[in-house]
């Protein structure tokens, strides 16, 4: 609503049991109470996430816009091979015989880690987090990861989920 108001503007309220209005210059704003049972939200975050990504924010999405290039069209699948110092993302498109990989530098609290997601998934996740810093909290390459912003006020939550693509780990590359 408030992209719609004019700082001078005079706006109408008409407050009803289950509804809202807001009467503007230029629109009108109906809201209504959706009434009924919400899911228990609370059973679907995962307790017991154990390992912290720390990543930056921008870089992570520029490098899922180049690597998204190279996904399958159907699933827009990245995979992301984490060790405690850096993450490399991996998208391959096998119908077209087209690949990408990158590196790109980040923190975690584990050796290794590889999980899947769908790219599209994950940079609407980040763009919804207007942070420099991202921390993924994760378990394994099977169960749900939390992202949140590394730095918050107390006044805030975010807590966002997103669910992996099931894959095949495979082994941690040897460094040189």
Same mark, same amino acid.
């Given at each position: ?8 503007? =005079? ?12 009467? +503007?210059?230029? %629109?009108?704003?109906?809201?209504? !109470? ?7 939200? *609370?059973?679907? +975050?995962?307790?017991?996430? =154990?390992?912290? !990504? ?12 180049? @690597?998204?290039?190279?996904?399958? $069209? ?5 995979? !992301? /091979? ?9 998208? #391959? ?12 530098? /980040?923190?975690?609290? /584990? ?7 769908? $790219? ?9 987090? =207007? ?5 993924? *909290? +994760? ?10 912003? %590394?730095?918050?006020? =107390? ?9 992996? @693509? ?9 460094? #040189?």
């Amino acid at each position: 609503m408030t992209r719609n108001l004019n700082s001078e503007e =005079d706006v109408a309220v008409q407050i009803g049991e289950d509804h809202i209005v807001f009467k +503007l210059t230029n %629109a009108v704003i109906h809201s209504k !109470l959706i009434n009924g049972t919400y899911p228990n939200y *609370e059973r679907v +975050l995962p307790q017991n996430n =154990d390992k912290y !990504l720390q990543v930056d924010r921008d870089l992570l999405i520029s490098t899922l816009r180049r @690597i998204s290039i190279f996904t399958n $069209s159907l699933t827009n699948q990245v995979r !992301l /091979s984490i060790t405690n110092d850096q993450v490399t993302i991996h998208s #391959e498109d096998i119908e077209i015989g087209a690949e990408g990989k990158e590196v790109m530098p /980040s923190q975690f609290n /584990s050796d290794w880690l590889q999980i899947a997601y769908n $790219s599209a998934y994950l940079m609407d996740v980040l763009r919804h987090i =207007d942070t420099k810093e991202i921390v993924f *909290e +994760l378990k394994d390459s099977g169960s749900a990861g939390i992202l949140r912003p %590394a730095d918050v006020s =107390d006044e805030e939550d975010i807590t966002m989920l997103l669910m992996p @693509i099931r894959i095949n780990e495979q082994e941690p590359e040897e460094t #040189e």
